[in-house]
């Protein structure tokens, strides 16, 4: 099953009214999508945004989720992505968005094999007028209160994070997470960035099934 989140695919105008958004709000759009079609527990999947949903999701409900796969995760902000945060706040008003949303994918993505993975974000940042895109843009440049509760509060949810080995933004912070909670796993992807299964989907795949199998 996949979720279309706020602002994404056929939700794009569902919520034009909606000044701001909370990780607390869309999640509760994802347990609603749950709820409706019937499904009490499941295994998560979620890339680099999503994982705080994700996370967010076993915070609120953690009943509901068997385990977690964050690939691309997001689980503490450095210094420099924290610096590129603000720095895109300030300039929100005044530069267009999709220019501004280049410059943040060439950051987090600077590679040449990274290549496909800056196109596909660039190509679904079109998809987006630019009132929705200011929104999930203040969503995350407030979100490092919520990354130190999770940090510091383990779930105890069976949970996998597989990381690029270039994932120079996240992958540092991601070794301490999992160094520090006993129901983390780490499988790091070698000559990948931060979207793990667009530029490695067949080894995603693998890690993530056979992560999923020993499981069960």
Request: glycine fraction near 4%.
């Given at each position: 099953?996949?979720?279309?989140?706020?602002?994404?695919?056929?939700?794009?105008?569902?919520?034009?009214?909606?000044?701001?958004?909370?990780?607390?709000?869309?999640?509760?759009?994802?347990?609603?999508?749950?709820d409706?079609?019937?499904i009490?527990?499941?295994?998560?999947?979620?890339i680099?945004?999503?994982?705080?949903?994700?996370?967010?999701?076993?915070?609120?409900?953690?009943?509901?989720?068997?385990?977690?796969?964050?690939?691309?995760?997001?689980?503490?902000?450095?210094?420099?992505?924290?610096?590129?945060?603000?720095?895109?706040?300030?300039?929100?008003?005044?530069?267009?968005?999709?220019?501004l949303?280049?410059?943040?994918?060439?950051?987090?993505?600077?590679?040449?094999?990274?290549?496909?993975?800056?196109?596909?974000?660039?190509?679904?940042?079109?998809?987006?007028?630019?009132?929705?895109f200011?929104?999930?843009?203040?969503?995350?440049?407030?979100?490092?209160s919520?990354?130190?509760?999770?940090?510091?509060?383990?779930?105890?949810?069976?949970?996998?994070?597989?990381?690029?080995?270039?994932?120079h933004?996240f992958?540092?912070?991601?070794?301490?997470?999992?160094?520090?909670?006993?129901?983390?796993?780490?499988?790091?992807?070698?000559?990948?960035?931060?979207?793990?299964?667009?530029?490695?989907?067949?080894v995603?795949?693998?890690?993530?099934?056979?992560?999923?199998?020993?499981?069960?």
């Open positions: 099953m996949l979720v279309d989140l706020r602002g994404h695919g056929r939700s794009k105008n569902s919520f034009q009214n909606m000044k701001r958004y909370t990780f607390q709000t869309i999640t509760k759009d994802v347990i609603e999508v749950l409706h079609i019937s009490k527990k499941a295994h998560f999947v979620g680099s945004l999503g994982t705080i949903i994700i996370r967010e999701l076993a915070e609120m409900q953690s009943e509901r989720v068997e385990s977690m796969i964050m690939g691309g995760a997001i689980m503490r902000m450095n210094l420099r992505s924290k610096f590129l945060l603000k720095l895109g706040f300030w300039l929100k008003s005044v530069i267009p968005y999709m220019l949303y280049r410059f943040f994918a060439f950051i987090i993505m600077p590679k040449a094999n990274h290549k496909e993975s800056r196109s596909l974000f660039i190509r679904e940042a079109k998809k987006l007028y630019q009132k929705e200011i929104r999930w843009f203040k969503l995350a440049a407030d979100v490092n919520r990354l130190r509760w999770f940090w510091d509060n383990e779930i105890g949810i069976p949970t996998l994070y597989v990381m690029g080995a270039e994932d933004m992958l540092h912070s991601i070794r301490k997470i999992v160094a520090q909670h006993d129901s983390a796993q780490l499988q790091i992807i070698p000559d990948c960035g931060h979207v793990v299964n667009i530029e490695q989907p067949e995603f795949n693998q890690l993530t099934i056979q992560y999923l199998k020993e499981l069960n």
